[in-house]
Every structure is written in C-alpha cells, then in structure tokens.
T-cell receptor
C-alpha cells in the first residue's frame, strides 16, 4: 500500500514571501498521479495542482508550482508571493493510475500542513 | 455547473439512530468514494464504487454501508451510529477513463456529531 508523509504539521510565512511545503510518498508503482489540495476554513477541498508521474516537467499553476523528484519520491509545493487567502490546510495526495490498477484505488492523503500567513 | 452535492451539511444525532448521508454528482463519473476526516489523521477512505452495483471497502469501512443503484448517487448509511463516527465526511467522484489526471471532485462535506 502507498503512504504519503507530510513532515510539517504547521508552517508560517510572511505575506508576499515564498513558502515550500514538503511531501514524500512511498510506492512501488511507476505510473501514478500526485495532487495538492487546499482546505480553507470553509472545509471545502480545493484542488491546487496536479502532477502526472510520467511527466518530467514540474506542474505550475500561477503562483503555485511543484518540485517533483520521482526517484526521491518527493513532491513539494511552492507558493510564491503568499497572500492572506492562501491560509489553509494543505494536503498532499497520491492516486494509482486507474488504467493500470483497475481503478479501485482512491486517494491516499498525507496528514496535512497548516499554513499560516503573517500580515 | 459540474458538482458533487451532499446532504445534510450538518447533522447531530444520538447513538444507535440510523442515518443516511446522500451524495450526488452530475459529471457522469464512474468512480465515487466516501472519506472521513479526523484531526491529525488526514482523510481516509471508507468505501468506494467503480460503477453501478459495484462497491468495495476502503481503509476504514467498519460501521458503514453504501449502495450504488444509480450512477449519479452514492449514499452513505450508518445503521447504528456511535460516538467514534463523529467526523467530517466527504463524498468524491472521478472518471476512470479518458481523463488527463483522474482527479477527484469533492462535495462540500458533512459534519456529523453522534452523542
């Protein structure tokens, strides 16, 4: 079974600065997908960014980017120019490729990192 | 608008009183799933379904039942709720084919308290 580890229970950053959230995972699979979800105080789960394991290029979505190191099984999230609205819980998640594994697997989540933005 | 809906959003009940949390999606997704979220534990999968009449256990299925009679609906049933089932519950759906990333779309969550 896959495991996802987020080693930082809480992070704090000054507004407008850059912060990196860490995520490592353990798998024996070669094809999979990785995600970062944001959970603001409203509790809604919002997809921030996704990465396909077969792609070498790191995904980017506006101020959010990832550093995907497949060999090291590392998937960190970088938030540039932090804004007050970025304050939330951030969850790293793994999903097996449904086309190979039959589609049974859901998401395996890390325990989350609470991001605080200091004004 | 593509979405996953859950009802109710908040529920307070007593031990042993059967309840159902409904989930519906309008994206024609094959895959649907239920998760529970507890402090310090992240989200854990309860049950999932890969298609109509096809359901299976996730990581924490004890005390829960599900059914998938229609593609769009995936209700979560607690036949005899207990206080340890107090949690935040999420329904999610995703495609299983022809998708760029097979991301899961989440409902807004149901906060359940069992006293």
């Amino acid at each position: 079974a896959q495991t996802v580890t987020q080693s930082q229970p809480e992070m704090s950053v000054q507004e407008a600065e850059t912060v990196t959230l860490s995520c490592t995972y353990d798998t024996s699979e070669s094809d999979y997908y990785l995600f970062w979800y944001k959970q603001p105080p409203s509790r809604q789960m919002i997809l921030v960014i996704r990465q396909e394991a077969y792609k070498q290029q790191n995904a980017t979505e506006n101020r959010f980017s990832v550093n995907f190191q497949k060999a090291a099984k590392s998937f960190s999230l970088k938030i540039s120019d932090s804004q007050l609205g970025d304050a939330a819980m951030y969850f790293c998640a793994y999903r097996s490729d449904p086309t190979w594994g039959g589609g049974a697997d859901g998401l395996t989540f890390g325990k989350g990192t609470h991001l605080i933005i200091q004004p | 608008e593509a979405q996953v809906t859950q009802n109710p959003r908040y529920l307070i009940t007593v031990t042993g009183k059967k309840l159902t949390v409904t989930c519906s999606q309008n994206m024609n997704h094959e895959y649907m799933s239920w998760y529970r979220q507890d402090p310090g534990l992240g989200l854990r999968q309860i049950y999932y379904s890969m298609n109509v009449e096809v359901t299976d256990k996730g990581d924490v299925p004890e005390g829960y039942k599900v059914s998938r009679k229609e593609k769009r609906n995936f209700p979560l049933i607690l036949e005899s709720p207990s206080p340890n089932q107090t949690s935040l519950y999420f329904c999610a759906s995703s495609p299983l084919r022809d998708s760029p990333s097979y991301e899961q779309y989440f409902g807004p969550g149901t906060r359940l308290t069992v006293t």
